[in-house]
């Protein structure tokens, strides 16, 4: 008979195959993190589980024939509608009926968090990401988040493309629009580390049919709030950071004190390696005056002084445009890069994308069969 541990170490094992994977560590932290989220028989449900949401009926016979638990179909669909309430699963609805599919920690478990956060939670999110789990999200050379550029800081002779424009994708999107609080700036504020970019913390904006809103963790808001919530991203000098698709599910609104990929790539030597960016900012020194506002409004420590001036190290910079829109004697500029990244044109693509990458070729395609048959990997 398998013990708690070994479940939970099956988890972690299922978990780390998807596009973000979830990789042990030396001290274990990972497993901890798995009995916060679930209790053993919630564990056993969650393997039977796959990264394609599929029906009750068909997670009932996995569960019986790998574990023989004792479970009616009514018990088990009460019990998926909780894991879902609790936010350690995902839900999609098909002609009424609820599907359920495995959530990876990040952009996942950790995000469904929000307005449930203990201090707990987000000490342990801490050491995983310092361990391990920080490198695996940085792994891919597709990363989950994009940045687009404040449109403020582009000059006119950029013909801006439709996928970095986010005023125009918002304008022009037919769904339905949603605005939840920022589970980082929650996060860092449980711990003593309030946001010093902002005191609203209701700017994760999300775009389409969301697990927020279905829990009850998101409002529904009209274009012209979601579009002032862009302009005040803005004037806080905050990052913006839409999934990286053509048609993205969320628009992150993030700053480099709270935002758990920020704060991570931060760490690192050369972080502007991890983003999908079309610019970068450039300072004419000739015309720089020294007052460091554009210190003051990088959220990646991407501006550098150089005697009475300050410059933008390229290693760091992520082409938010944020130093560009502060700077009143128009110094700073923000320049299109030659080589352009188109992202996917879906959420669903950028995952496979990811997970090919990953798995390779050959593997991929055993496990693309084994996705559209709605088994884990």
């Known amino acids: 008979m398998l013990t708690d541990d070994h479940i939970y170490r099956q988890l972690q094992i299922q978990l780390d195959k998807y596009p973000i994977g979830y990789p042990a560590t030396k001290s274990g932290v990972e497993i901890d993190l798995l009995k916060y989220f679930f209790t053993p028989p919630e564990a056993k449900i969650a393997l039977c589980l796959t990264l394609r949401c599929i029906p009750v009926s068909q997670i009932h016979r996995r569960i019986k024939g790998r574990f023989n638990m004792e479970l009616s179909r009514d018990d088990l669909a009460a019990q998926l509608a909780e894991m879902f309430r609790k936010g350690i699963i995902r839900r999609a609805e098909s002609r009424g009926a609820p599907r359920y599919g495995i959530a990876m920690l990040a952009i996942g478990m950790f995000e469904y968090q929000v307005d449930d956060l203990t201090r707990e939670l987000v000490e342990m999110i801490h050491r995983y990401f310092d361990e391990a789990f920080g490198a695996e999200f940085f792994r891919s050379s597709l990363p989950q988040l994009r940045t687009s550029p404040h449109l403020k800081a582009i000059v006119p002779e950029y013909i801006v493309d ?8 918002i304008t022009n999107t037919k769904e339905v629009i949603h605005v939840a609080n ?17 005191d609203n913390i209701e700017v994760c904006l999300l775009i389409g049919s969301t697990g927020y809103a279905a829990r009850n963790r998101a409002r529904e808001l009209s274009k012209e709030e979601c579009l002032r919530i862009l302009d005040l991203a803005e004037e806080k000098g905050m990052v913006l950071q839409p ?73 760091r910079c992520i082409g938010c445009g944020l130093c560009v829109t502060g700077c009143k004697p128009q110094a700073a500029s923000l320049i299109k890069k030659d080589k352009i990244t188109v992202p996917p044109r879906n959420t669903e693509i950028l995952y496979l994308s990811i997970l090919m990458e990953k798995a390779g070729k050959k593997k991929m395609i055993v496990n693309m069969l084994r996705l559209l048959l709605g088994k884990p990997l």
């Open 162 to 169: 439709t996928y970095d424009n986010m005023r125009h994708f």
């Open 182 to 198: 920022c589970v980082c700036k929650q996060g860092e504020s449980l711990i003593g580390k309030p946001c010093r970019q902002t």
């Open 243 to 315: 999934g990286n698709s053509r048609n993205p599910a969320c628009i992150c609104i993030c700053c480099g004190c709270c935002c758990g990929v920020l704060t991570t790539a931060k760490k690192q030597s050369r972080p502007a390696r991890f983003f999908a960016s079309n610019y970068y900012a450039r300072i004419d020194m000739a015309l720089c005056k020294g007052c460091g506002i554009c210190l003051q409004r990088c959220q990646m420590e991407a501006i550098v002084q150089d005697g009475k001036n300050f410059r933008v190290d390229l290693d």
